[in-house]
């Protein structure tokens, strides 16, 4: 299983980004796919996560800002972020669930400057 997210990159505060993440090699659906970040210094947290049937989950400081969709057939999932502050600044790395057992992507960075 590879998951390969693209689509970071710099914005300034108040911009927007759409994030990418698709897996390949996967013969089977995930159940949850989403969207964790680290910043420096700091634990990685959940940002959103969508289910295959797709409910959705996001982070408090996130809600109403970020969107995140999917085409579970496609194993593919997005962000949209909207309204970005200097505090969102992290790697933002994809994130997988299958029957249990997680999957990451490498992490794209997105900085966002004042």
């Known amino acids: 299983v590879q998951l390969q997210a693209s689509g970071g990159g710099l914005v300034q505060a108040g911009g927007s980004v759409r994030l990418s993440c698709a897996a390949s090699r996967t013969p089977f659906r995930f159940n949850v796919m989403g969207w964790y970040r680290q910043a420096p210094g700091k634990q990685r947290e959940l940002v959103a996560t969508?289910?295959?049937?797709?409910?959705?989950n996001y982070a408090d400081s996130v809600k109403g800002r970020f969107s995140v969709s999917g085409d579970n057939a496609q194993n593919t999932v997005y962000l949209q972020m909207n309204s970005l502050k200097v505090e969102d600044t992290a790697v933002y790395y994809c994130?997988?669930?299958?029957?249990?057992?997680?999957?990451w992507g490498k992490g794209t960075q997105v900085t966002v400057s004042s």
């Open positions: 994130n997988a669930v299958y029957l249990g057992t997680g999957y």
């Open positions: 969508i289910t295959s049937g797709g409910s959705t």
